[in-house]
């Protein structure tokens, strides 16, 4: 019978909340390998041994699951920003880049969706769960993305790099990092330390710092 195991026992079934926590788990890869337009949420429901309509009983829509992935990437980002960022600038921010590049297989596809589908956090959703995760997608973004600039603005004030507008480099150095999940596999035919060790020293680079630190990472 469902739910039992090999002597009859009755397995406790899981609850609410680690169902949840599965639903996001195979949704974030449906969205990182197939994409979040061309996700059937039917499929996340299978996957998970859900009839389509009891997903409804942990998410009002398949975007609300996906601002919560977002939530949960940025969430995990902001962490480890504030824990590398600690002392002078020039020992945080090649600590940060190069961290930045540290990702399990599941983190590099939640980070492919966050760069893929963070656009939507900037649009308004009529249902009010859906609004609710999207405002907080939103908010922690803007301030994950104020986080880079003032960490920049505090180089430039220390002299450990060249005053330049912060907002604009901040923007820079993040899309030149996130570029890189939109390309990258962790089948394919580099591993991520390779791909660190190509674009750390160009970011570090692009924020000015000298040469000889820059290559030392």
Sequence with gaps: ?????????????????????????????????????????????????LGPTALYHYFESKQQCLFEILVEAIEDARAEFLRLTEGDFATAFPALVRGSFVRSDREVLRARVLVAEQGLVRHRRPAPREEEARKLAFSLVKEYEAGWRDLLAAGMEEGAIPRTDPDLLARAVIGLHNSVWHWYRPAGRLDLDAVADFYVPRILGLAGLPEGLAGAV
Excluded: C, H, L
């Design 1 to 49: 019978m469902p739910g039992s195991g090999a002597e009859g026992r009755i397995e406790p079934r899981p609850s609410p909340r680690n169902k949840r926590a599965e639903i996001v788990a195979v949704a974030t890869q449906y969205f990182g390998d197939d994409g979040y337009e061309d996700t059937k949420w039917a499929d996340v429901a299978a996957a998970v041994g």
